[in-house]
């Protein structure tokens, strides 16, 4: 299924391919637009990469309530996890009914799990009242959300792989601000730049006419462009 960042990457596949036509109608010269997913990823979180980039300390102020948006995430076979060595592991399995059983089953809690589960949704959840149906729930994805946390913690980055092979568990590795910057990969195609500090486009054109220096104010260039 296409995901979301294949979606994102097309819609920057467009505005460079277009960037490129203007570029040719202008100057009759033409262009290769290379576009990958790596350097799109990047650019999607450019607020906090350029902020890590800057000072990394912010990152840990700035994201000290992710847990509790996790242990909420309405979809808990598509929430990220901690492994035990550090790693952290992003689930893939946006369909609920479809990955919930894999899951379980990949972590042993068949007989322990669905008890509790319909436990929860009986007497915590469906008693709820609220406005819509989804809010009702918060108790079921906090008890999935806790007890996938508590198994990927005792598994180590090598362990996931093995065992979500095994089940054909959909899964990715996460980078932090800091592992995209140190990511060997995101050097070579030139997603960051330290000297600025900043995060470069997701698109990068073959014939450019490339201007180093500080990153530019809002609307600089508007004048230009049109």
């Known amino acids: 299924p296409t995901q979301l960042g294949e979606l994102v990457a097309s ?18 010269e033409g262009q290769l637009v290379e576009v990958n997913l ?11 990469s350029t902020l890590f980039l800057k000072d990394p300390l912010k990152i840990e102020l700035l994201l000290q309530d992710r847990a509790l948006l996790r242990q909420q995430f309405p979809v808990p076979t598509a929430n990220c996890f901690r492994t035990k060595d550090g790693m952290w592991v992003q689930l893939l399995g946006v369909d609920l ?19 509790r589960l319909l436990g929860t949704v009986a007497f915590k959840c469906l008693p709820r009242q ?18 996938f946390e508590e198994e990927i ?25 800091a592992q995209a910057a140190a990511e060997p990969q995101a050097a070579a195609i030139g997603a960051m730049r330290w000297d600025a500090p900043a995060v470069t486009t997701p698109a990068n054109f073959e014939v450019w ?15 230009q462009c049109l």
């Open 11 to 28: 819609m920057y596949v467009f505005a460079a391919v277009s960037s490129a036509l203007f570029h040719w109608m202008r100057t009759g």
């Open 38 to 48: 790596l350097r799109v990823g990047v650019w999607s979180n450019c607020q906090l």
């Open 97 to 115: 009914f479809r990955h919930l059983p894999k899951l379980v089953a990949a972590f042993g809690l068949r007989m322990s799990m669905y008890p």
């Open 130 to 147: 609220a406005p819509s149906r989804l809010l009702k729930f918060p108790p079921m994805f906090q008890l999935l959300n806790n007890c």
């Open 153 to 177: 913690a005792k598994l180590t980055w090598a362990d996931c792989q093995a065992l979500f092979a095994k089940h054909d568990i959909w899964y990715c590795k996460v980078n932090m601000p």
């Open 209 to 223: 006419p490339r201007v180093e220096g500080d990153v530019p104010q809002r609307g600089q260039h508007t004048a």
